[in-house]
């Protein structure tokens, strides 16, 4: 493919193009009734096949041929508009657009297909239908319709992207495998944009929209895993009051309240608040587990001048979860696990996986003209983690088993400050969409131990009991006498020029990036520790990542894309395994991947369908083998940084309304895994968490006329067979699982109700994110009520 694309860009660039007609440039402001700017209104000129998109300011930019034509606007939730235009030689047009309220349509829940944009992940102004790059955005309404409050529930509905398990029990943290690679902790996770660590629950009730890159995203992020990036976009202060209580209860004792209030503070409404709130406690279908998780975002956004704007979020969590490692199969097969009670629990209810984190996010905007515009973003970080866990070793042929205790407290600091100037300008009649910037990010992070396991007692997996020993919880410090840090920073650029009356587009981009990762050693704290001698082991790595990619527009609703990408990973040398020194300066992991794709908008832009097949290699992956591998100690392992893993797969993603009364969002994936080479594990092996085919479906019908003020939603969602480790052992394959789900409800006025059950035929199903001889049990049959009441309408 990459062959190919060069042979398009020598194309492009030594052929004379045809002279085209004159063009004069279109351009105006859109506000709202209220005044205030509009961001993300599609305009589009009829006869032209020419469109665009506002900015965040309300500001739009056209160049478009001499003629007669009609503009049109349209934004969800407004009253669309259209208007005949002249366009003359060598004349501005300034074509400015007041929209009134539709008083059908509640703005708030209606993200749908692939004319949106994805400002904050993808760091421009553009469409996600004109993005050489599969991108999937889940908004309110999907949110709202399946009653989600976790990410599992919420990330269920991106084709390729799989959950496979939780760090310790479902108040812990989960994890998640993209394109058949799983994310990574420390690099995959994003909030607005900026990196944050995934330690905790990453969903909250301030997030607006979940967005999911898929595959390598290195030229916007750095090193990041090679399955994609996903980002929490928040919601933002409005113009109008608005607020709005939500209470969930229902199964395993939930009880969850929630508020979200918005509106101006001034009256020019230039100053404007946002305030989200929660509290959940619930137990689980898991005898003795429970968990309790307290949440507060306040926000402000200010105009200081026209074109001068200041937003500023602050987010505080906090939680405590019963520690739960899940089953431990009888007989170390999957099999074994049947004979198992699902709610069995093995550990004690006495450990606890504790959370509390505090982020400060600020964003800075200036309008330079109508076509540029600068950002600074800032953000800092703290978050403060302490395990307290059981694991267990396999039981002898009497169910006897050995548990081990770990525990520790973990303390990191985040920040990053990003500087990027996004603009549109002509030469000729190629249209150019740049984008340049600079980033800074930096973590620190230090533990009080390596959580190494210690024999605590032996139980029985027939009649186990809890409470015989004296709680001793982990000491809060001293901490160990070192520090790990990632520093990370980058200036990247990129241009994506649009030719021939913008049908065909060219994406050109690169980063230059240097990371610096490892250990520094408090040389006065390391006598007569395990450390003595040890000095920093910081690693430097400079990495030029490119970026290409082409868009033909088919027609303004279809486009055709294929994208060539770069990615890298950073690894810093792993000091706990027993082969340390012969890695104290790994090399970096590189993946790269090839892209064909098509994005479609349907039934007047209602419905979003994108369909993307793809090729991902990784070479110098990160690897570790057990020393004893029959009977193994979890902490006595050699690592390597061998190999070259492949992953290819075709996605389909579809969002948005059948008819006025009928929504849709689904999706279906074929992931092929393959171990290519690999010193550890044989060639051939395919990669662990990676199912080779998932579908998910839901559907939601809202009657406008009879039973108006109704909605009834179902949806299924499968997940084919896996492996979760390398070894491929038959009698460790998680078994294929599905999950049928439903809801009903009822809205008047301002009041609304809404049931759903998850997982009606009450399925029993595994996962295994540790690699071990532990599984998670996924929910059982769950029921959940939710009864709101709001003022005001979103805006």
């Given at each position: 493919m990459k062959t190919w694309l060069l042979i398009v860009l020598l194309i492009i660039f030594n052929s004379n193009l045809k002279a085209q007609s004159a063009r004069s440039i279109v351009y105006g402001k859109i506000t709202d009734n209220d005044g205030l700017p509009l961001s993300f209104v599609n305009v589009s000129v009829s006869g032209a096949n020419l469109g665009t998109a506002t900015d965040e300011n309300g500001n739009y930019f056209l160049k478009i041929p001499i003629g007669n034509y009609r503009l049109s606007v349209t934004s969800m939730g407004y009253l669309p508009v259209t208007i005949s235009i002249s366009?003359?030689?060598?004349?501005?047009?300034?074509?400015?657009f007041k929209l009134l309220d539709s008083v059908h349509v509640i703005r708030d829940v209606l993200i749908t297909g692939v004319k949106v944009k994805s400002?904050?992940?993808?760091?421009?102004?553009?469409?996600?239908?004109?993005?050489?790059?599969?991108?999937?955005?889940?908004?309110?309404?999907?949110?709202?319709?399946?009653?989600?409050?976790?990410?599992?529930?919420?990330?269920r509905n991106i084709s390729g992207l799989n959950f496979t398990g939780n760090y310790s029990g479902a108040g812990s943290y989960q994890f998640f495998n993209a394109r058949g690679f799983d994310l990574n902790d420390s690099q995959s996770y994003r909030w607005n944009g900026m990196m944050i660590w995934n330690l905790g629950n990453n969903y909250s009730d301030n997030i607006e929209q979940v967005e999911f890159l898929k595959g390598p995203t290195s030229i916007l992020f750095g090193d990041v895993a090679p399955g994609g990036v996903m980002n929490f976009v928040t919601k933002k202060p409005l113009a109008e009051f608005m607020a709005k209580v939500d209470l969930?209860?229902?199964?395993w004792g939930l009880f969850r309240p929630a508020t979200d209030i918005t509106g101006p503070i001034t009256n020019d409404h230039t100053l404007r608040f946002r305030l989200n709130t929660s509290f959940e406690k619930s137990n689980s279908f898991r005898n003795y587990v429970s968990s309790q998780k307290e949440f507060v975002a306040p926000s402000i956004a200010w105009d200081i001048t026209p074109k001068l704007s200041l937003n500023v979020e602050t987010v505080f969590k906090k939680s405590n979860a019963t520690d739960d490692a899940g089953l431990v199969s009888p007989d170390g097969t999957i099999n074994g696990l049947k004979r198992l009670d699902p709610s069995l629990y093995l550990g004690e209810p006495s450990h606890q996986y504790l959370y509390s984190e505090q982020d400060y996010f600020a964003t800075l905007s200036y309008e330079l003209n109508k076509t540029w515009r600068l950002k600074a973003v800032g953000f800092n970080g703290n978050t403060d983690n302490r395990p307290f866990g059981i694991w267990f070793d396999p039981p002898d042929s009497a169910g006897n088993f050995a548990r081990r205790e770990y525990g520790y407290h973990q303390n990191s600091k985040t920040s990053t400050v990003s500087f990027d100037t996004y603009g549109v300008f002509y030469t000729g009649p190629v249209k150019h969409n740049v984008l340049a910037g600079i980033e800074y990010q930096s973590t620190n992070y230090r533990y009080t131990n390596a959580g190494s396991l210690y024999l605590l007692d032996t139980s029985n997996i027939n009649h186990t009991v809890h409470g015989l020993k004296p709680v001793i919880e982990p000491a809060d410090s001293p901490y160990l006498p070192y520090v790990s840090i990632i520093a990370r920073t980058g200036v990247y650029a990129q241009d994506q020029m649009m030719f021939f009356n913008e049908k065909l587009h060219l994406l050109l981009g690169m980063r230059a990036g240097r990371t610096r990762q490892g250990n520094h050693y408090f040389t006065d704290q390391l006598a007569?520790?395990?450390?003595?001698?040890?000095?920093?082991?910081?690693?430097?790595?400079?990495?030029?990542t490119p970026r290409i990619g082409l868009v033909y527009k088919v027609h303004d609703w279809w486009s055709l894309y294929t994208s060539y990408s770069k990615g890298y990973e950073i690894n810093s040398p792993d000091i706990f395994a027993k082969n340390y020194l012969q890695y104290v300066s790994p090399p970096a992991t590189i993946s790269s991947q090839e892209e064909f794709g098509s994005k479609a908008n349907l039934l007047n832009d209602k419905l979003g369908i994108s369909v993307s097949i793809f090729q991902i290699d990784k070479h110098n992956p990160y690897g570790y083998v057990y020393l004893d591998p029959v009977h193994p100690d979890y902490d006595a392992y050699n690592v390597y940084y061998q190999g070259h893993h492949r992953s290819q797969g075709i996605e389909l993603d579809a969002d948005g309304k059948l008819s006025s009364e009928l929504s849709i969002t689904a999706g279906a994936a074929y992931t092929k895994t393959k171990v290519i080479d690999d010193p550890?594990?044989?060639?051939?092996?395919?990669?662990?968490?990676?199912p080779k085919y998932t579908g998910n479906f839901w559907l939601n019908y809202a009657p406008l006329k009879k039973l108006n003020g109704f909605s009834f939603g179902t949806g299924l969602f499968y997940k084919d067979k896996f492996f979760s480790t390398l070894a491929n052992d038959p009698l460790l394959e998680i078994p294929a699982s599905y999950t049928l789900d439903a809801s009903v409800?009822?809205?008047?006025?301002?009041?609304?109700?809404?049931l759903n059950a998850m997982n009606i035929t009450n399925q029993v199903s595994y996962l295994n994110p540790w690699q071990f001889n532990m599984f998670d049990v996924k929910p059982l049959r769950q029921f959940i009520l939710t009864l709101s009441y709001q003022i005001g309408k979103a805006k």
């Amino acid at each position: 493919m990459k062959t190919w694309l060069l042979i398009v860009l020598l194309i492009i660039f030594n052929s004379n193009l045809k002279a085209q007609s004159a063009r004069s440039i279109v351009y105006g402001k859109i506000t709202d009734n209220d005044g205030l700017p509009l961001s993300f209104v599609n305009v589009s000129v009829s006869g032209a096949n020419l469109g665009t998109a506002t900015d965040e300011n309300g500001n739009y930019f056209l160049k478009i041929p001499i003629g007669n034509y009609r503009l049109s606007v349209t934004s969800m939730g407004y009253l669309p508009v259209t208007i005949s235009i002249s366009i003359t030689a060598n004349k501005a047009l300034n074509v400015p657009f007041k929209l009134l309220d539709s008083v059908h349509v509640i703005r708030d829940v209606l993200i749908t297909g692939v004319k949106v944009k994805s400002a904050t992940a993808t760091r421009t102004l553009m469409q996600i239908q004109d993005i050489p790059q599969s991108i999937v955005v889940v908004g309110q309404r999907v949110i709202q319709q399946q009653a989600a409050f976790d990410l599992t529930t919420i990330t269920r509905n991106i084709s390729g992207l799989n959950f496979t398990g939780n760090y310790s029990g479902a108040g812990s943290y989960q994890f998640f495998n993209a394109r058949g690679f799983d994310l990574n902790d420390s690099q995959s996770y994003r909030w607005n944009g900026m990196m944050i660590w995934n330690l905790g629950n990453n969903y909250s009730d301030n997030i607006e929209q979940v967005e999911f890159l898929k595959g390598p995203t290195s030229i916007l992020f750095g090193d990041v895993a090679p399955g994609g990036v996903m980002n929490f976009v928040t919601k933002k202060p409005l113009a109008e009051f608005m607020a709005k209580v939500d209470l969930k209860t229902g199964s395993w004792g939930l009880f969850r309240p929630a508020t979200d209030i918005t509106g101006p503070i001034t009256n020019d409404h230039t100053l404007r608040f946002r305030l989200n709130t929660s509290f959940e406690k619930s137990n689980s279908f898991r005898n003795y587990v429970s968990s309790q998780k307290e949440f507060v975002a306040p926000s402000i956004a200010w105009d200081i001048t026209p074109k001068l704007s200041l937003n500023v979020e602050t987010v505080f969590k906090k939680s405590n979860a019963t520690d739960d490692a899940g089953l431990v199969s009888p007989d170390g097969t999957i099999n074994g696990l049947k004979r198992l009670d699902p709610s069995l629990y093995l550990g004690e209810p006495s450990h606890q996986y504790l959370y509390s984190e505090q982020d400060y996010f600020a964003t800075l905007s200036y309008e330079l003209n109508k076509t540029w515009r600068l950002k600074a973003v800032g953000f800092n970080g703290n978050t403060d983690n302490r395990p307290f866990g059981i694991w267990f070793d396999p039981p002898d042929s009497a169910g006897n088993f050995a548990r081990r205790e770990y525990g520790y407290h973990q303390n990191s600091k985040t920040s990053t400050v990003s500087f990027d100037t996004y603009g549109v300008f002509y030469t000729g009649p190629v249209k150019h969409n740049v984008l340049a910037g600079i980033e800074y990010q930096s973590t620190n992070y230090r533990y009080t131990n390596a959580g190494s396991l210690y024999l605590l007692d032996t139980s029985n997996i027939n009649h186990t009991v809890h409470g015989l020993k004296p709680v001793i919880e982990p000491a809060d410090s001293p901490y160990l006498p070192y520090v790990s840090i990632i520093a990370r920073t980058g200036v990247y650029a990129q241009d994506q020029m649009m030719f021939f009356n913008e049908k065909l587009h060219l994406l050109l981009g690169m980063r230059a990036g240097r990371t610096r990762q490892g250990n520094h050693y408090f040389t006065d704290q390391l006598a007569g520790t395990q450390f003595a001698g040890y000095t920093d082991n910081i690693i430097s790595k400079n990495i030029f990542t490119p970026r290409i990619g082409l868009v033909y527009k088919v027609h303004d609703w279809w486009s055709l894309y294929t994208s060539y990408s770069k990615g890298y990973e950073i690894n810093s040398p792993d000091i706990f395994a027993k082969n340390y020194l012969q890695y104290v300066s790994p090399p970096a992991t590189i993946s790269s991947q090839e892209e064909f794709g098509s994005k479609a908008n349907l039934l007047n832009d209602k419905l979003g369908i994108s369909v993307s097949i793809f090729q991902i290699d990784k070479h110098n992956p990160y690897g570790y083998v057990y020393l004893d591998p029959v009977h193994p100690d979890y902490d006595a392992y050699n690592v390597y940084y061998q190999g070259h893993h492949r992953s290819q797969g075709i996605e389909l993603d579809a969002d948005g309304k059948l008819s006025s009364e009928l929504s849709i969002t689904a999706g279906a994936a074929y992931t092929k895994t393959k171990v290519i080479d690999d010193p550890g594990y044989p060639t051939g092996n395919v990669l662990p968490n990676a199912p080779k085919y998932t579908g998910n479906f839901w559907l939601n019908y809202a009657p406008l006329k009879k039973l108006n003020g109704f909605s009834f939603g179902t949806g299924l969602f499968y997940k084919d067979k896996f492996f979760s480790t390398l070894a491929n052992d038959p009698l460790l394959e998680i078994p294929a699982s599905y999950t049928l789900d439903a809801s009903v409800g009822y809205k008047y006025e301002q009041v609304g109700v809404q049931l759903n059950a998850m997982n009606i035929t009450n399925q029993v199903s595994y996962l295994n994110p540790w690699q071990f001889n532990m599984f998670d049990v996924k929910p059982l049959r769950q029921f959940i009520l939710t009864l709101s009441y709001q003022i005001g309408k979103a805006k």
